[in-house]
């Protein structure tokens, strides 16, 4: 992204949970807990598993040539796993991957980054929603004049207006939970997504390998993306929710209602009274942002057969900026509700 942009829509923590350094350090765990696991079901030998997990331990990537195999073969693994078997003696090198495919090791990489992401998103909405319950005993008494279809209605409260902008956070929070154990599963299906190149042992394998890596055990889903397009619709909820948050102050904040006051930022270069609600029409950008990546997402849920080289880029093309633009929203919500104050009637 351009640096300038950047600082308007980028999450430097949640970028580097999905840098490209964490990206093989979950190929790598994943290969790591297939050897072990395929050595515990009896499926290679003990001292094959050992040396794999000592070579990968200390293994240095050649990022360029996996640039490479990246642009040759459309998906990163086999470069990488031609990087990894001059390190192996022969005798162990036919055993890593063996019975893997690469939507394996990518699949199961992925959960393991977005295990990291959703615990950063938990912590931030926590911190919102304890900032709303601040806000709420400052002047949650105080009377505000409600507005519908853009126009005055009738006299309200600031209590029921920050409810509106809490409790759907606080209803996605709770939902949060149980996406955890639909959505981040082990990945492990062999070529074709039915575990047959693990001569019986597929099943014992994935069973330890999701112990391994904390992750829940599934059936193979290689062309089943029901589970992320429905993460990104979460993610849809939460900029829509905190887009909502951005709209209704920045309404508020016009000189002609002057119900809100923001402190600091948002100058003009033309007219030097002005003092724009940038970090609130941030929140409403980024909702329209990731709201039009969704629905490319969505597109992601049609594989031809057991596995679609369109749809499955589609998610990488997509997703990780969806995952940066909620971070950044929720990092813009803790700045503008650090920097909201509201003005006595």
């Not at 992401?117 to 949650?140: P, Q, W």
């Not at 207006?161 to 599963?185: C, D, F, H, M, N």
Request: aromatic letters at 6%; a negative charge.
């Amino acid at each position: 992204m351009n640096n300038l942009l950047s600082a308007f829509a980028s999450d430097p923590v949640i970028e580097a949970l999905l840098s490209n350094e964490a990206l093989v350090s979950g190929y790598l765990a994943f290969e790591v807990a297939l050897a072990k696991a395929s050595a515990i079901s009896g499926f290679i030998p003990e001292a094959a598993a050992q040396e794999i997990e000592t070579a990968l331990a200390q293994f240095s990537m050649d990022w360029n040539d996996l640039k490479l195999g990246m642009a040759r073969d459309g998906v990163p693994i086999p470069a990488l796993i031609r990087q990894l078997k001059p390190r192996l003696s022969p005798s162990a090198a036919v055993y890593l991957h063996k019975g893997a495919t690469s939507q394996d090791a990518v699949d199961t990489a992925l959960m393991l980054q977005l295990a990291k992401v959703i615990a950063i998103y938990e912590e931030r909405i926590s911190l919102l929603l304890t900032r709303f319950g601040e806000m709420k005993a400052e002047f949650g008494n105080r009377p505000y004049l409600a507005h519908t279809r853009m126009q005055i209605a009738l006299a309200s409260t600031w209590s029921a207006k920050l409810a509106t902008w809490s409790e759907p956070l606080a209803r996605i929070l709770k939902a949060l939970g149980p996406l955890r154990q639909s959505l981040l599963v082990l990945q492990l299906g062999g070529p074709v997504g039915d575990r047959a190149s693990f001569d019986g042992h597929g099943d014992t394998i994935a069973r330890h390998m999701a112990e391994m890596l904390d992750l829940g055990l599934a059936e193979p889903w290689h062309s089943q993306r029901d589970q992320i397009v429905g993460f990104g619709n979460i993610l849809v909820q939460i900029t829509g929710i905190l887009g909502k948050i951005g709209m209704d102050v920045a309404l508020l904040a016009q000189n002609e209602i002057g119900a809100v006051r923001l402190t600091g930022g948002g100058s003009s270069s033309a007219m030097a009274h002005k003092s724009n609600p940038v970090t609130a029409e941030a929140l409403v950008t980024l909702a329209k942002q990731v709201a039009g990546h969704a629905g490319t997402l969505n597109l992601a849920m049609i594989h031809e057969n057991e596995r679609s080289g369109v749809a499955w880029a589609l998610e990488w093309l997509t997703l990780p900026t969806m995952l940066i633009s909620t971070g950044a929203s929720l990092n813009h919500a803790a700045s503008l509700l650090g920097r909201l104050e509201v003005v006595p009637s």
